[in-house]
């Protein structure tokens, strides 16, 4: 949840997550028809699939144009023309929810294909160099997780001042720590096995160690944690909306839509409780998936469930 | 006590009829608040438990300010004059006051005025004051130095400013000048000694203050014996606290959510006469002195013509408002209110205004000039956003694309110094009885603010010779009419600043809540003809 | 056992100052000159140049940034946190005032998370694939998706005031304390039952507790006094975690509820940009989760011995 550390937003029982062990990943094994008998997680494919093409399509879709304000009719309740109801400016709520998609989804998904890029880099460097390059990139690390990352979030916004560009920026600037941790296990864990000893003994060169043997082992659970971190993004996003730091009006984002539902909790529940429903859903869908994810990818955790 | 006129909301005119017709106590009636009936006597045990937002002592803008009274309205300590709330001044620990030679005051105190621990009111306790009040907190405009109060004998004190200032009367009831007993400081004492009705009792910073009866109050006896103030930062909560009973009344209340209290059984709602206006203050330069966008007269005019404020009034505030041409509440103007007559709403005007200058568009799309496009940022504070975003939409219809920039305390602050934006929105409140008073502050080039540089006319125009004129007006006639021939230079020729909307302050409460008299300023709420009924 | 926590406070070291460093950068990168930012709050006139030259010499500014950050250091040491721009008062004293009113609500919250979470995690893995099981899998994941904030509206509006069971929000009874306590925990009690689950569901499957089951030792034993107590390793670290988030702030919560905790007056400070209070916080903060995370590890030690010899 959005109040919490940086550490408890990893997928905790992820192999290589705190405290579990890091050498789990073998070979992918028809990840795909896994993932699709498991119902939980193709109904959580099915959800961000859905969504996905909500955003996509949010122009045809939506009756309305989100921004348009129309005074005199507020806070209506649903109607043929308004399906699920106006704001407090007289603005189409169906609307927003789907272009608000566009905001929420997608700089949850881009924050975190950027971070997991980084996040990659970084572990991959450190945990492969070792040494000096481990010990300062680590220690960064360690002081990145040493705080709560909203409050890190609230601080940076805060000082670049709000907005999309520079909530964006917030987000990339603290997660990749947990990133690069994660990568870091992987890597060092994957370069005492046999096979890469084997070809350093053959004279591998560093980067073909790297791109060949190592990246590999790091890639699915880089892929689980990225799509549970997208939903770790998207509360992140609203928390800050709720702060007034997210979207700039009218930008019609989830969180901000939820900052400006208060005032109408108990007249106009449903303000809240719509874009609340879509964050819900949306992040579920992403958990789901990761959770499918993980399954399918990670075989040992298969046969354990 | 006064009652106001022009303003009672229908619900209030009704009260009052009742009122009268049941030919009640005239202090319930002077109360001006719902009461009716015959549960008007006032309940066995008497506490009001009040929700604000959050402790205005923790502030978010770095100021310092005087607690208790001061921004919080906890009615502890008073002033030599009172504002009332049709802005007249009236006698408060001054019995009376009178202009002795040019530019100094003469004020008569009483004996039967005491502070709370009982010992009167003396002059040297006035002198004392404002001292305090010279020496530490902010002072405003009042150009009072540390030789300006002289004890003439024990119950007369004379007050002459540095520069010649006939305000000062009108200035003075401004919390920030209370009177308090040598030696008191409290900007460091959260339990100061005062003359008010009420005495802090407890105080729990962001948690509540609690003040209770000054039994030895000098005046009118309050009829409650405990106000408890509760600090919510959320608005949310602090509505959902008063629905659930844990307070009993809860100030300043956005007009938008007003219509969903509204009718909900055993809440009412209650208005003051209009005490602060909405508006839009116009960046023109930056702190270098570089002229903004907004520095041609045309586009500020066009900005203001491209705002509908009788549909913002009506929809978006509900009708919870006024519509008003004025930057400070009409009523302080008197008669010459009218002078100033506002921008008028007129989108083909403010096209015409944005074509001259050179701003042209094709079809429905933000207007460019050398391929630039026109644009304009907006901050703003302590508003709702609802509000700022209408003004937003309003200006993307005639072709201005207004960005909209949420900033937080210290942002904003920073912006206003800076000049980092095209148009500022917020409200600010009439708390003194100067017609001039805001005007003096915010767009006079004598102002002390930074942000000042930024929005004024500038020294030379006539605007600025108007408010220094009224800073030596001798009778209240002159005073208001040059105020307003000022305001209408600012509003009208200048266009520096556009009023959107004539706000009233408004408290939602319990329905056994009475007596309550609001008033429109944000400094002077008295809460001693309060009660709570059975 | 003395020497492994010696290395292991030893080991802190680097990344406290590492802290410490990004706190004093931090205020540094605070836009404008700090002497005028702080006089400018401390006269109604802007500040002559005399003056803040007085106040530059007064407080060290014009040294080198390493004799300031060396001084800054030192100050740490002799518990100096720096003063609030706002308040004037030592921001140490202010958040000393602070840490109580959130510790009312992140100790409970905590063991009411904790307890929830081991229960119905163990119960979970050893009736795998139980009713009780998807039933605990998805109510976990949907309430890992629901924002703390509407959360917290929620349970305001169906237990306050539609129950009117409990106060909406503020301080002073028990009652007070539900609703965010509850909103706390329940945020939190998923990821730690399902953690709870997986790590127990992986020592069930280890060689060593099969045995023991199969040489007939009684089921509840065997789960409760040896696969529960390894089983806790993963969780004892994440929980040492989710606490320290809970102490040095819950700002959300404290927000909604009007609760005048660490969450609030660091938020308010970011929003007043009182940057002593922000540094202070840092630190602050840095230095919990540190000694939390050193707890964390011991207690470790302390249920495998097996860390203790892997770290010589």
Redesign the interface.
Known sequence: MTALPAATALPLDLPGGPGVAQDLVGPVHRPVRTLLRDPLAASGLAIVVILGLAAVFAPLLAPHDPTVVDATGRLAGSSRDHPLGTDELGRDVLSRLLFGARWSLGIACLATAVVTVVGIAVGLLAGFYGGLVDSILMRIVDVLLAFPPLLLYLAVVGTLGPGIRNVFLALIAISWAQYARVVRGLVVSARRRDYVTAAVALGASGRRLMLRHILPNVVSPVVVLASLQVGGMILALAALGFFGLGAQPPTPEWGTMINQSRLFLQSEPTLMAYPGLAISLAVLGFNLLGDGLRDALDPRSRKAR | MSIRPAHLTSRRSRALTTCLVLGLAATACGGGGGSSGGSAEPAAKQELRVGVAA?PW???????KRRPNYPLNADVCETLVRLGTDYSLEPMVAKSWELVGDNTYRFTLDKARTFSDGSPVTAEAVKASIDYTVAKP??GFSFLGPESAKVVDDQTVDVTPTKPNLRLVEQINHPTYAVLPPGEDPLNDPKPTCTGPFQVADYA???QLVVTRNDNYWGEKPKLDKITF????????R???L??G?VDLVTDV?Q??L???EGRPGTKIEKSPVGSVLMAYVARRTDAGVPKLLDDVRLRRAVAASIDTK??V???L?GNAEKVSTVAPPAILGDFADMVKGVPYDKAEAGRLLDEAGWTRQGEGVRTKDGAPLEVSIIFSRVD??N???V??QLRAVGIDA?????????YR?ALDTGDYDLDISQPNQNDANPAFLMALRWYSQA?S?NAKIIAPGAGTKFDDLITQTLSAKDDTTLRRTAAEAMHELVDVEVGGIPLSGNYRIYAMNDKVRGVQIHPSGTNQRWASAFMAK | MTRYVLRRLLALVPTWLGISLAAFVLAGLAPGDPAQLILDRQFDEPPTEAQLQEFREANGLDDPKAVQYGRFVLGLFQGQLGTSFRSGEPVLNELVERVPTTLTIALPAFALALTIAVTIGVLSAVRRNSFMDHGSRLAALMSDSVPTFVLAYALIIVLAVQAGLLPVAGRGTWQHLVLPVLTLALGTTASLMRLTRSSMLEILGEDYVRTARAMGFPSWSVILRHALRNALLPVVTVAGIVLAGFVTGTVIVETIFALPGVGTFVVDAIFARDYPVIQGFVVFTGTVFLLVNLVVDLLQAALDPRIRLDAA
């Open positions: 402790d923790i502030d978010d803008e770095g100021d310092r902010s002072i910073a962001q948690q509760r600090f919510f930062p959320d608005d949310a909560t509505l959902l606290a629905q659930n844990e956005p938008g959510v219509s969903t209290l549909t913002f009506g929809g978006v509900a956003l609802s700022v975003e209408f937003q939409a960005k909209i920039k949420q900033l937080d305390a210290g942002a920073k002390t930074k």
